[in-house]
């Protein structure tokens, strides 16, 4: 088994867009009629799915977590917050979770974590 595809379900996907691609640093792979946004991760997919305003959810439904080296992790969580990220969990010396979880400007959470040995 593998991890093929992360979702995230947006009601702006522009914004959503323009924070992800300044994050990963790279632009979508796929973009499909203004309602899908893909972006590569490796072997992995992250996709923005514009949902409508009758579609009920509340806050995040995913939280990817990205895994940074310690030299890493702090140009990382700077760089997230300066595109807009809140921190929601500051996790960094928690053994339980070596990293801090943000939101994205659009609500979606994600964590940014130290390298689980």
Known sequence: MKLRT???????????????????????????NGEWSEFRLGDARLGLMLVDEKDSFVGSNCTPVFEYTDMEI??????????????????????????VILRDPVGNEFELSRLHA
């Open 6 to 32: 992360i979702v995230f379900k947006v009601r702006n996907l522009e914004t959503a867009q323009q924070f992800w691609q300044q994050f990963l640093n790279q632009t979508p792979r796929v973009v499909v």
């Open 74 to 99: 702090h140009y990382y969580i700077d760089k997230a917050k300066s595109l807009g990220a809140e921190v929601v969990y500051e996790g960094l010396s928690d053994p339980k979770v070596k990293g």
